[in-house]
């Protein structure tokens, strides 16, 4: 993944736990990269390891790990780098998640090796919608979780967030019912 996923953690990590903590994640992890260059591609290994290791140095589940960088790169890293390609996305969220298919079509014209997601939508209702996620990638099904729920936050939007199908029952995505 592009550097400014791992930059990302690095900021989430010193923002809430400081410096030390973060060279601590980075030795625990292995990962022998001094700094990360935002838009230059790196192994995803290195995001694991990296998320692996907040895990282990913060005693927490890396599920828990990802969920809280979800929020982190919607309220910080989108909001604050990207505030225009974000409120491009919709005036609340509804029309944010209707429109979510298409997102990183334009994040791919600043980061053109992107693999992105897929989402696709379903059950499109005053209240609540179905978002279908696939991904090349496995594992990161709390990190969409953390996502849906940042948005919510972003638009003031109190959101219940369910995940109702996925790879782990032997379906091929997963489904998230959005509910607000
Ligand atoms: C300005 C906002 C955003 C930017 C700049 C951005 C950029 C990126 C980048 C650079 C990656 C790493 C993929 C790679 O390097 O190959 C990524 C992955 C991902 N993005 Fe976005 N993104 C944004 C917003 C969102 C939003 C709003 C969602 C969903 C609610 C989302 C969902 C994901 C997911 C789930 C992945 C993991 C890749 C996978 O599952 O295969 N992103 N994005």
Same mark, same amino acid.
């Given at each position: ?16 736990? %400081? #410096?030390?903590?973060? *060279?601590? $994640?980075?030795?625990?992890? %292995? ?20 998320? %692996?290791?907040? %895990?282990? *140095? +913060?005693? +927490? ?5 990802? *969920? ?17 390609? +974000? ?16 997102? &990183?079509?334009?994040? +791919? ?15 499109? #209702?005053?209240?609540?919608? &179905? ?6 990638? &496995? ?21 219940? $967030? ?19």
């Amino acid at each position: 993944m592009y550097g400014i996923v791992n930059k990302a953690i690095e900021d989430l990590v010193i923002a809430n736990f %400081g #410096e030390d903590k973060w *060279e601590a $994640v980075k030795s625990r992890s %292995g990962v022998d990269v001094d700094f990360f260059i935002s838009n230059e591609p790196y192994d995803d290994d290195i995001t694991y390891q990296l998320a %692996g290791a907040v %895990g282990e *140095e +913060m005693n +927490m589940p890396v599920e828990k790990v990802l *969920e809280a960088f979800g929020e982190w790169w919607i309220l910080k890293t989108g909001k604050e780098k990207y505030g225009g390609l +974000m409120e491009a996305g919709g005036s609340n969220l509804r029309d944010f998640l209707i429109n979510l298919p298409i997102f &990183h079509n334009r994040v +791919m014209l600043i980061y053109p090796k992107l693999t992105p997601p897929e989402f696709k939508t379903s059950h499109i #209702e005053a209240n609540s919608i &179905h978002i279908h996620y696939f991904s090349k990638r &496995h594992g990161l099904q709390e990190f969409v979780r953390g996502l849906l729920s940042g948005l919510g936050k972003m638009y003031n939007t109190p959101v219940e $967030v369910e995940l109702i199908q996925s790879r782990d029952e032997g379906s091929n995505h997963e489904v998230f019912k959005v509910s607000w």
